[in-house]
């Protein structure tokens, strides 16, 4: 079955570039996604990337994806007090109505 | 850009009541799924709906939800019988092709 691990937290410092690490099980994934939730706030989709691509650039962030370790990780460069919340990645696996399995969440703490 | 809306933003119902959560996917979308967050804890899925019928649900969604699309718009969860531990935030999204587009959500307490 489907299994997303990541690590519960993370503190960086301002302006350095933090890494989200995260793990998965099924080898069958299609879709890996990066979604940010704010305090008592929504999921918002930071970014996503196809199963047959090793890295996505965007801006400030970074994905890369280890297929044969079934590792996503999640650079953000330069990091802001901003990017404070928490940082869950997500799988979908097939096309078809695939839903998302996410992972437990990682907070991200940056400090001054 | 267009958005999955959510309403209302806070429910609070006693123990025993029926609700209803409301959706309104993005207007050209096909599908829809719920799922929920209970404090503290991961997302997880509860159901998905396409072409007017369930295409997958999970162990959560037992007899007591269930999900309509009643018009072209709106995409609902009810809940039956609520209980305490059906407190949570309960996430609406719908996708056409990549990525899942989500709505503020729904925070669910029950009393």
């Known amino acids: 079955g489907e299994d997303v691990e990541q690590s519960l937290f993370l503190s960086v410092r301002e302006g350095d570039s933090s890494v989200i690490n995260c793990t998965y099980t099924?080898?069958?994934?299609?879709?890996l996604y990066w979604y940010k939730q704010e305090p008592g706030a929504g999921l918002q989709l930071l970014t996503y990337?196809?199963?047959?691509?090793d890295m996505k650039q965007d801006q400030r962030l970074t994905v890369l994806l280890n297929k044969k370790d079934k590792h996503l990780s999640l650079r953000i460069a330069d990091t802001q007090t901003g990017d404070s919340a928490i940082y869950f990645c997500?799988?979908?696996?097939?096309?078809?109505?695939?839903?998302?399995?996410f992972g437990t969440g990682t907070r991200l703490q940056v400090t001054l | 850009e267009p958005e999955v809306t959510q309403t209302p933003s806070h429910q609070v119902t006693q123990m025993g009541q029926e609700v209803i959560l409301r959706c309104v996917p993005i207007?050209?979308?096909?599908?829809f799924y719920w799922y929920r967050q209970i404090l503290g804890q991961k997302v997880e899925f509860l159901v998905s709906?396409?072409?007017?019928?369930?295409?997958?649900k999970s162990e959560i969604f037992d007899d007591q939800f269930s999900v309509e699309r009643p018009d072209g718009s709106n995409f609902t969860l009810k809940i039956r019988s609520t209980k305490l531990e059906d407190s949570a935030m309960y996430f609406c999204?719908?996708?056409?092709?990549?990525?899942?587009?989500f709505g503020d959500g729904t925070r669910l307490s029950i009393l």
């Open positions: 999204a719908s996708r056409r092709g990549q990525p899942q587009h």
């Open positions: 099924d080898s069958s994934s299609t879709y």
């Open positions: 990337i196809f199963s047959n691509m």
């Open positions: 997500a799988e979908s696996i097939g096309d078809t109505a695939s839903k998302l399995t």
């Open positions: 207007s050209n979308h096909l599908y």
């Open positions: 709906f396409y072409n007017n019928e369930i295409s997958e």
